[in-house]
């Protein structure tokens, strides 16, 4: 819908070669160019903005044919793509005179009014609207009384035309020299900035003593409130100093509110805050704020530029739940049950906020608790805290930190600079309504720091139970009380937490979901999810446990269920699709050939394990953001200086493990049962591979597996095909503890591996792994790397 004419009147004549001559006949049809806030009159011209893709579509296909279209106003200025139900019955016919294209893509038209129509019913709505039309001519018989309307008229307009500026004062030599009623009546309606239901009214009337003794009346309205002004300027010009503009502005106002019946709007806004402060029951520090500032405002006029600063101020001072809060469900087993019907599993943290529900329920006044969830993407972190919020019967706000750089994000601008807000917590709690909101802050560990300051060190403030109950943002200036909030941050990582604000939290991590979780997630909430959002019935498709199987193994790899769920929403897209086109008959069952056909080739490969027959060769465990994967090591030697080359995009923990590893190799090469002697390290290079090598890997869990390899090269014994091992190795050949050992064994038992090593301090880890995950897998613990040769070695 395009806006108003760029100019009320346009006092300028048409090219020769831009012209079109009105008198010829109309089409049964034309194009419609709805009109917003604007209407045309025949034998005017208006010139147009036009910014649409269809408008502009509609103006570049006319100008290659008849140039002509309806121009028809709009029922609803604020529809931006009116259909014909939201435009009048009644438009202009008009021809497309000239046309200049602006930079931005946008054009301005000038359109020569010819004819008025009506619509009868619209041919087409795409890509535009087009209409049938039939012509509603004038009817006009002359008289004494259309003469006496047509003088009248023009008296009135020219007086109206003398005392308003907007108005050019060629309008009265036109408005003069008309001697047609029709065409002076359009002239003077489509000048006059009145309402557009008037204009609309004008327009539709087809007699024109009727519409001229409308038109006398609005006429009539106009004149009285042009000279209501004059009065009133005249009154107000008299009392003040013409120097004084400031005071004379103000005066004028005044009159006119006199004239209104309005009172003084400064007062009455004065007295509106009062009434807030009174009603937000403020703490008395607060409060002596509030009243201080309140007392300033009142001093300051309203053209003030501190006027604005302070009045915004106590808005947010009055808008802030100092006192309003939600009460607790404390019926734990109502918690419960809300947080079994959302997420799957996660006992750890179901059980913590039971915990926290029992402590509130014994000691109302037992602060909030500051948790961070850590665990890979997809696997429910922030969805959790609003399933917390639901459980406690609290409001749940999200505030996202990640990328965040600058530290007045959190705490806030101080009143001194233009433009200055309250912190992302203070807003975040504006929004809530309620100072005992569940407050989940998104990607933690994705906060940075640059010369406008660190804001993870002032989300220490925020979240230490020792500081928050006196929180103090620096434009409020004021303690504002955080210890009844529940935080929960979410994070990837924890490496790239700082050590201060990472000790205030407590973490409780998210390990990736296994195969069977995945399946009965997806069956229990996801494919649901998308049956309705897709628009299908359960009565309509069914997915079998073999095509989640394959949806989980072959088309996503990752520890959550996010790329799962998006998976499953294609394949109910492709069968809604049938099901729209009436191709599918009865119910659509889908299976695991069924979704290899929805979703073409395979995606994902899962690595299996492979006989390791040459010597060399040794399988690793390796954990990633997606959950954890197979991991090949392979040494190889060849005559040279004593050389070691590393290869496969390592990081310099990993290269670094690699030299640690040979280093015991050679120093343990007799108790290894090598044969090559002492001399052979020196006469060969060795190089270490590990595969994948677009990958970027690093860390030290591949130590373990990386002396096996060299161990297996120089004794000439081949590894185990069926045994996978992880750990950190140091030169005396002790083996490390290391993590996400749940991750590393999923991905073993997905590979076949019957025995994995680990170190022997996470024995305590494999006691947490629930044994239904396991599938039969068999853990060897070592404390030295010599008992992890004597398992994997044949």
Same mark, same amino acid.
């Given at each position: ?38 209407? %045309? ?10 910014? !649409?893709?269809? %408008?502009?579509?509609?103006? =570049?296909?006319?100008?290659?044919? *008849? ?72 009817? %006009? ?8 309307? &047509? ?7 020219? !007086? ?30 489509? %000048? ?7 204009? !609309? ?27 209501? +002004? ?21 005066? !004028? ?34 409060? #002596? ?39 607790? =469900?404390?019926? /734990? ?37 500051? @948790? ?10 922030? *969805? ?5 919020? #639901? ?100 994070? =990837? ?8 604000? @990472?000790?205030?939290?407590? &973490? ?30 359960? *009565? ?11 949806? /989980? ?28 086109? +009436? ?22 490969? /899962? ?99 990386? &002396? ?6 120089? *004794?000439?014994?081949?590894?185990? =095909? ?9 030169? &005396? ?8 050992? #749940? ?25 947490? /792994? ?25």
């Amino acid at each position: 819908m395009e806006g108003a004419p760029v100019l009320e009147v346009v006092d300028a004549p048409l090219e020769a070669e831009d012209a079109i001559q009105a008198n010829q006949p109309l089409p049964e049809a034309l194009p419609v160019l709805p009109l917003r806030e604007s209407v %045309s009159f025949p034998e005017t011209l208006n010139p147009l903005a036009v910014g !649409q893709e269809r %408008s502009i579509q509609l103006v =570049n296909d006319v100008l290659g044919t *008849s140039r002509m279209l309806v121009m028809v106003a709009s029922r609803d200025p604020e529809n931006e793509k009116p259909g014909p139900a939201e435009l009048h019955d009644v438009g202009v016919v008009g021809v497309v005179a000239r046309m200049v294209k602006i930079p931005d893509g946008s054009l301005r038209i000038l359109v020569e009014g010819l004819q008025r129509v009506r619509l009868d019913s619209y041919v087409t709505e795409e890509p535009y609207l087009v209409a049938k039309i039939t012509e509603l001519p004038d009817v %006009s018989k002359p008289s004494p009384e259309l003469e006496a309307l &047509t003088r009248n008229v023009q008296q009135t307009f020219t !007086q109206i035309v003398e005392q308003i500026p907007y108005l050019p004062e060629e309008l009265q030599l036109a408005v003069a020299n008309i001697d047609d009623p029709a065409a002076l009546g359009h002239l003077i309606a489509g %000048s006059l900035r009145i309402s557009t239901e008037e204009k !609309q009214k004008l327009l539709e009337e087809v007699d024109v003593a009727k519409r001229l003794r409308h038109l006398s009346r609005i006429l009539a309205r106009e004149l009285e409130v042009v000279q209501l +002004g004059t009065q009133i300027q005249t009154q107000v010009q008299s009392e003040v100093d013409k120097g004084q503009r400031e005071f004379f502005l103000r005066q !004028q106002m005044k009159a006119i509110q006199d004239e209104l019946g309005e009172g003084d709007e400064q007062q009455a806004e004065v007295n509106e805050l009062r009434e807030r402060i009174e009603v937000a029951e403020l703490p008395a520090q607060a409060l #002596k704020a509030a009243d201080r500032e309140l007392a300033r405002l009142e001093k300051l006029p309203p053209a003030a530029a501190e006027h604005g600063v302070i009045r915004s101020y106590l808005e947010w001072l009055v808008e802030l739940p100092w006192s309003r809060e939600t009460a607790d =469900n404390l019926d /734990i087993k109502h918690a419960r049950k809300v947080l079994d019907a959302d997420h799957y599993d996660l006992e750890k943290v179901k059980d913590r906020i039971l915990e926290y529900l029992a402590v509130r329920k014994l000691n109302p006044d037992s602060p909030g608790p500051i @948790l961070c969830f850590v665990g890979p993407p997809g696997v429910g972190k922030t *969805s959790l805290g609003r399933s917390i919020a #639901k459980a406690l019967g609290r409001e749940f706000e999200r505030i996202s930190v990640g990328g965040v750089r600058d530290e007045a994000e959190i705490r806030g601008h101080r009143r001194t600079y233009i433009g200055a807000l309250p912190g992302t917590i203070i807003r975040a709690l504006r929004d809530a309504g309620s100072r005992n909101p569940v407050f989940m802050i998104d990607e933690i560990d994705k906060m940075g720091a640059d010369f406008r300051g660190d804001p993870a060190s002032a989300m220490l403030e925020v979240l230490d139970p020792a500081q928050n109950d006196t929180f103090r943002d620096h434009y409020l200036d004021l303690d504002f009380d955080l210890s009844d909030i529940v935080f929960i941050a979410t994070a =990837n990582v924890l490496d790239t937490i700082p050590g201060p604000l @990472l000790d205030r939290m407590e &973490t409780i991590e998210l390990a990736g979901y296994t195969l069977e979780e995945k399946k009965h997630i997806a069956r229990q909430y996801l494919v649901g999810r998308q049956i309705e959002a897709n628009g299908l019935k359960p *009565s309509q498709i069914e997915f079998s446990d073999t095509a989640l199987a394959a949806l /989980i193994e072959e088309y996503t790899r990752e520890a959550g269920v996010r790329n799962l769920e998006r998976q499953i929403g294609t394949v109910c897209r492709k069968v809604a699709r049938t099901v729209a086109e +009436g191709k599918a008959k009865g119910k659509v069952k889908v299976s695991a050939p069924k979704v290899r056909n929805l979703l073409g080739r395979r995606r994902v490969f /899962i690595e299996q394990r492979r006989r390791t027959k040459d010597p060399g060769v040794a399988t690793g465990l390796a954990w990633t953001p997606a959950g954890g994967d197979v991991l090949f090591i392979e040494a190889t030697a060849m005559p040279g200086s004593g050389k070691l080359t590393i290869t496969g995009q390592l990081g310099d923990v990993m290269k670094e493990s690699a030299q640690a590893a040979l280093s015991y190799v050679r120093g343990h090469w007799i108790e290894i049962e090598s044969k090559l002697g002492e001399s052979w390290f020196a006469e060969h290079d060795i190089h270490v591979h590990v595969p994948a090598g677009a990958v970027p890997k690093d860390g030290p869990s591949a130590g373990v597996a990386m &002396t096996v390899a060299l161990s297996s090269l120089v *004794s000439g014994r081949p590894v185990r =095909n069926d045994v996978a091992m992880t750990g950190e190795v140091t030169l &005396t050949g002790q083996v490390l503890p290391i993590g996400g050992l #749940k991750e590393k064994s999923l991905a073993a038992q997905r590979a076949g591996i019957k025995k994995v090593i680990v170190p022997e301090r996470n024995e305590g880890d494999v006691a947490e /792994i629930p044994e239904h995950e396991l599938g039969g897998l068999e853990f060897v613990f070592v404390d030295e790397v010599s008992e992890a040769l004597g398992v994997a070695l044949s």
